[in-house]
């Protein structure tokens, strides 16, 4: 079975051969962002696209869809979390609410897990409060016997450590945010998965020299530097059963309709 994690950048909405890229992919679920999913989708989203605080219409949001019968979704708007056996109520999910983040539990054979599709919406010229506040919002549900026992969180976050020079300081703030969700349970699939013997990202601009392990997931119109913006972490059972986490390989920038490269991993039948 395959998950596929990609920013599909439909916009203005409607082109439907991105929703064929991704059957082309070989995906059974998708966690996708910048989408324009239809009724006729097996898909947990919000339909109105994203509510921002800065009251920009966005006509597209977050959602998880099921592919292939392999896979269902089941939508989850609330969470409840859990201090010493004792339930702490039930917590709205504002991210869910809003629409950049899009969760579902998925049945898929005799597996469940939660699947967390987190777009870094640039409000007021920052994604990173945006990550900070979804992580915040994603507290109780980590905690939720029910939901966080077993996750995916993937997407298009909108930050990275590749900044340098006299940006540099994002990337100190934006690597932490990054260390911050080690500290929630999750692992990093795609630096995980990473040959070890790969070395330095040849296109990537960051000051890391030969400690470079970015992967090139953004293309900016007109520029050949890469950019990492898009991650697949996970925690509990569900990351040690995810495979060969990696973007696309040869991904076509032009060809996919889409700036943004698709994240693949594979899990055991
Ligand atoms: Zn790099």
Redesign the pocket.
Known sequence: MRIVSWNMADRPPGDQSRWETLRGLGADLALVQEAVPGPHHRAVYRPSGIAGRDGKARPWGSAVVALTDEVSVTPVGLAEGWWQGRSLGLAPLDCVSRGHVAIARVQARERSFTAISAYGLMEFGYASGTLLRTLADLEPLLDDPELGDSVILAGDWNIG??WSGRDAKYAQREGAILDLLAAYGFVDCLYRDLPVGRG??PE???D?GDG???VWTFKKAGSER?Y?DDYLFASGPIAEQLRNARVTPDWGWQAGGSDHAPLIADLDA
Request: glycine share 8%; charged share 15%.
């Open positions: 450590t590749w330095r990202l990537c601009g960051c890391l470079c392990r970015h890469a990492m």
